[in-house]
Structures are given as C-alpha cells and as structure tokens.
C-alpha cells in the first residue's frame, strides 16, 4: 500500500508495523467530519486562487460523491488504508484524476485531524445538550407533580428530616444543570478551527484561515500553529465533563436500586426497564440503574487515558496522540446511551407516595421540628435537643412514633408540650413551613420550578444551529 509519506523512505514497512501504526479501523468514525473539513479548505483554495475553479468544482463534486457513496453503501471503506484521511484522498484522485491529489495544499494530516477531532466532538457535545436537555425536562416534570409528596431526606444513609420527592429529585436537577453548564463553557472555549496551521508552523501558501472558519462555523482561526496540532484541551474538558455527569447519573442510580429494594418500595421499575431472574421467578432487577452505574467507570477510564497520554508530550504533534480516539469515541457513546436510557427509565417509573410518607414518619424525621417546638415554648436549644433525644429513646422502646405518643406521656418528659405539638409535628407542618429559597416548602419549591422553566426555556446554542 503506497503511503501519502513514501517518497522519503526505500523499503516498504513491516505489516505488523503498519497494522499498529493505521488508526483507520477506529479514527473511519471521522469521515464526515473529514469530508466536511476538506471541502471547506477546498473552497477556500479556490477563493484564494491556489485552487482553479475548475479543480475546486472537481474536488468539491468528488467529495460529495464519495460522501453519499459510503453513507449509502455503495462504497465500503477501505481498512487497508493507515488512515481515513488516506482513505478518502485515494477515492478521491481515483475519481477526478490528478486534481485530486491538489486537495493537500497547504494542509498536514497534522491539522486536518486536528480539525477533525474537533468537529466530531462539537457536534457530540451538542447532542449530548439535547439529550441533557430532555432529562431535565422530565425531571421538572416529576417535580411538578410531586411538591407535596413526602419522603424522608437522609444524611449517612439515616432518615434526617422529611423533604419532598419534588426537593430530593431537585438537587439531581442541579446538577444535570450544571453538567449542561459545563458544555456550554466546553463549546465556546473549543469553537476555533486549527486547519491551516499546518504540521505545526502553518504554511507558506496565501490561506484565508478565516474564511476556512467561517465555513466550518467556527468562531474564528487559532491563533498559534503548534498549539494548534497539539491541543486536546478540548476533548479532556468534555471527557472531564462526562465524568462528572456520569458521577451524578451513578450517584442516582444508587438511591433509585435502593429505592427499588424491598426494605425501601419508594419505586416500582417498569418491565421495559428492568430484568429478571433465571431462577429465582419473584426477582425484578434494575439492571439499568446498575449498568448506568457500572459504566460510570469506562467513562472516567477515558479520562485517565487521555490525560497520561498528554501528560509528557513535547510540543507539537507527537503520535501518541492518535490514542486520544478509541476510547473518546465509546465514552461519547457510552454517556449519551446512558442519558437517553435513563432519562426512559425516569420517564416510566412509579413512585409510591404512601410508602415514601410512612418511611418519613417512621424514621423521626419530624424531631427537629419537635425541638424547634420547644424552642418556641422558651426553652433554650441545648435543653430542647436532649427532652427530644429522650422522647425518641422512649419512642424506640415502644415501637411508636412522636405523633403516637399521648399527651399524658409527652408531659412526663416536659411539661412544655401542649396538644398543638401534633400539628407542629405533622409531615405537612414539617414541610410547609420551610420556606427559604432552596428548601422543601411548597411556596419554595414553586418559585423554583418557574425559574427551571425559564432556564430550560432558553437555548444557549443560539447561532450554533448550523452546526449541528
């Protein structure tokens, strides 16, 4: 196979060489964005006048045709070639001759994959926007109807005090909201188009770098050739960011798993989302909670990857850095498969408000409120927070709850309590009357959603839709 470098060398390479050396088998993902890229530098040649009109109609025809050859099954890619780049240059000059072989003017497979790489996850960052945006809006909607759906909030994996389904399912919106954040700094910091710089010093033909962007609806060219080649600042940051999302997809997994044990029942898992058993007929297993938690992993493997690869390299390009593709790939794929499975498994699950009530009232959830009481009775904190503790060792022994308890042995304890303790301990009471910003209460929880709908109803990809 004739390499795009053989003039330099006088022995063929070794095939074990080769087949280590290729990346076409994996980097095959790029063709769109290889065709895309190159008819643009194309265009831009012609504009300049490196380029006659006539090569340019050529190649730009060309890689056309080869683009709807391949995406139509006409044409299979070929995985002898080291590269798709290689691929796609070979196609082309076989299809127009030696017009073909012009299209590499003023551009290195330095830039070019460059600039590929860096199309192909700008465009998976706006997928994964939209997917993002979709769970959201499902959480949003649980949360609407479930502000006074009571459940108790946990610290340590212990009943803490009672919350809402609407608060609890908040805090996970928070932070899908700021992994959404973190896409959209991610996509504006990486918008710039590296092609023209080259194999690290740009080039000596008249390019419209500018131009070349525009194209490409980049913001605008880099500014530094080596930076340019070398640069998977980009890719880290996104895969950083998948990482944190996946942390909080598994954090979420975790409680809906426990949520769907049998000592919880907050949950019932629709069939489509769950398996069973191959012996045990009775089991209903949240495999895909458990799956999305498991790949948690493979996502930060990425990660890890990518930032050993990049940790020693000198400038500019080095080959180590065609490892940066595999395994950014299937974590691109794994984080988007995970969001769209879970965000349908969201979609069809079934909470049990009865039994997430009774957990609440079970676990002296309402003992703070109940020390708050007394405070409001005049007795000093300190002295409030242990007649509680004693109420609820008391409770413990019995086998009752605070509101189970009569009058008459609530007084034995203080004589501070007065029939208005049931109200002031009831999950509504508990609830309601937590009204800061952030908190459970339903006037709290109301403000919040209106604003979650205006930031949902607003799209920071304006201008980007060309893009996508």
């Given at each position: 196979m004739a390499q795009l470098w053989g003039g330099r060398f006088t022995k063929e390479t070794d095939n074990k060489v080769f087949d280590?050396?290729?990346?076409?088998?994996?980097?095959?993902?790029?063709?769109?964005?290889?065709?895309?890229?190159?008819?643009?530098?194309?265009?831009?040649?012609?504009?300049?006048?490196?380029?006659?009109?006539?090569?340019?109609?050529?190649?730009?025809?060309?890689?056309?045709?080869?683009?709807?050859?391949?995406?139509?099954?006409?044409?299979?890619?070929?995985?002898?070639?080291?590269?798709?780049?290689?691929?796609?240059?070979?196609?082309?000059?076989?299809?127009?001759?030696?017009?073909?072989?012009?299209?590499?003017?003023?551009?290195?497979?330095?830039?070019?994959?460059?600039?590929?790489?860096?199309?192909?996850?700008?465009?998976?960052?706006?997928?994964?926007?939209?997917?993002?945006?979709?769970?959201?809006?499902?959480?949003?909607?649980?949360?609407?109807?479930?502000?006074?759906?009571?459940?108790?909030g946990f610290t340590h994996l212990q009943k803490a005090?009672?919350?809402?389904?609407?608060?609890?399912?908040?805090?996970?919106?928070?932070?899908?909201?700021?992994?959404?954040?973190?896409?959209?700094?991610?996509?504006?910091?990486?918008?710039?188009?590296?092609?023209?710089?080259?194999?690290?010093?740009?080039?000596?033909?008249?390019?419209?770098?500018?131009?070349?962007?525009?194209?490409?609806?980049?913001?605008?060219?880099?500014?530094?050739?080596?930076?340019?080649?070398?640069?998977?600042?980009?890719?880290?940051?996104?895969?950083?960011?998948?990482?944190?999302?996946?942390?909080?997809?598994?954090?979420?997994?975790?409680?809906?798993?426990?949520?769907?044990?049998?000592?919880?029942?907050?949950?019932?898992?629709?069939?489509?989302?769950?398996?069973?058993?191959?012996?045990?007929?009775?089991?209903k297993n949240p495999d895909i909670a458990e799956l999305v938690r498991g790949k948690t992993g493979r996502v930060y493997g990425a990660l890890m990857s990518l930032l050993t690869t990049m940790k020693g390299l000198p400038l500019a390009y080095n080959k180590d850095m065609q490892e940066d593709k595999e395994l950014s790939f299937d974590a691109m794929h794994t984080a988007e498969t995970c969001t769209e499975l879970f965000t349908g498994m969201l979609r069809t699950v079934k909470f049990n408000r009865d039994v997430m009530a009774k957990s609440a009232v079970n676990g002296f959830t309402n003992a703070t409120d109940a020390a708050d009481y007394l405070v409001n009775k005049g007795v000093p904190f300190r002295d409030a927070h242990g007649i509680i503790g004693r109420l609820v060792l008391y409770c413990i022994d019995k086998g009752v709850g605070i509101e189970d308890l009569s009058l008459e042995e609530m007084k034995e304890i203080s004589d501070k309590f007065e029939p208005d303790i049931y109200e002031a301990v009831s999950l509504k009471t508990c609830v309601e009357k937590r009204l800061t910003l952030g908190a459970p209460g339903p006037e709290a929880m109301q403000e919040v959603i209106r604003l979650h709908k205006i930031y949902l109803g607003e799209e920071w990809q304006k201008g980007t839709e060309k893009n996508e």
């Open positions: 280590f050396n290729a990346s076409i088998r994996f980097d095959k993902n790029l063709f769109v964005q290889d065709i895309e890229g190159s008819i643009a530098h194309a265009v831009m040649l012609g504009k300049q006048g490196i380029l006659t009109l006539e090569e340019k109609d050529a190649i730009v025809k060309g890689l056309a045709g080869i683009r709807e050859d391949v995406e139509s099954g006409r044409l299979t890619i070929d995985e002898t070639q080291e590269d798709i780049h290689s691929f796609v240059e070979a196609v082309l000059t076989e299809r127009i001759g030696e017009a073909g072989k012009k299209l590499h003017t003023g551009r290195s497979r330095n830039d070019q994959v460059a600039l590929d790489m860096r199309l192909y996850t700008r465009t998976h960052v706006l997928v994964m926007d939209g997917l993002l945006r979709e769970l959201l809006t499902e959480l949003l909607s649980i949360m609407e109807e479930n502000t006074e759906t009571y459940m108790p005090q009672p919350v809402t389904l609407a608060h609890h399912l908040g805090a996970y919106f928070e932070m899908f909201k700021r992994d959404r954040q973190r896409l959209k700094d991610i996509y504006f910091r990486m918008n710039y188009c590296p092609l023209g710089a080259g194999a690290l010093a740009g080039t000596t033909y008249p390019l419209d770098r500018s131009y070349t962007a525009s194209l490409l609806g980049f913001e605008g060219p880099t500014l530094n050739s080596m930076d340019s080649v070398s640069d998977r600042d980009y890719l880290i940051e996104y895969l950083a960011a998948l990482s944190i999302l996946m942390m909080h997809f598994s954090r979420l997994c975790e409680e809906i798993i426990i949520w769907n044990s049998n000592e919880y029942r907050f949950v019932e898992l629709d069939d489509a989302y769950s398996t069973g058993s191959s012996i045990m007929p009775q089991k």
